[in-house]
């Protein structure tokens, strides 16, 4: 998919009522209104990675049973692990492991970046159109 402002308008319109931003040259940061901006290139949010993703949300995307039968079945590879941890390793280790539409749509609602039409979260943030939550840049470090 191409790096278009029409394409990232899209993208953004998925995180309705998510703070727009950008970072001008003297680092603070503006919240945006979209539409009424000239400069709408210099746009992005700030959502958190999946790996930050809390018990509560993972439950919701897995299921409250699934987790308990994952988490209390010794012979379970996520025997003993939180349900935040048990989602994590299925996105990571099981290729197979897909989120729904109704997931993908609450996890937008709660902030968290997702893959989108092919376009993957590091491809977003090299775009300019996300930034992570939690993240510096190489020259902070």
């Not at 940061?29 to 790996?51: R, T, V």
């Amino acid at each position: 998919m191409e790096n278009t402002l029409e394409n990232k308008a899209k993208f953004l319109a998925l995180y309705w009522g998510q703070r727009l931003m950008r970072e001008e040259m003297d680092s603070k940061l503006y919240f945006c209104k979209p539409g009424k901006d000239s400069d709408f290139e210099l746009n992005y949010i700030e959502l958190k990675p999946l790996s930050s993703i809390s018990d509560e949300d993972a439950e919701y995307c897995i299921g409250k049973t699934e987790c308990s039968m994952r988490k209390n079945d010794p012979n379970s590879g996520d025997y003993g692990m939180s349900p935040s941890s048990i989602f994590v390793n299925s996105m990571i280790g099981d290729s197979s492991y897909h989120i729904g539409r109704r997931e993908a749509d609450y996890l937008r609602s709660k902030g968290y970046a997702l893959p989108w039409m092919g376009v993957t979260v590091e491809e977003q943030v090299n775009r300019g159109w996300i930034k992570l939550k939690g993240e510096t840049k190489q020259s902070e470090i």
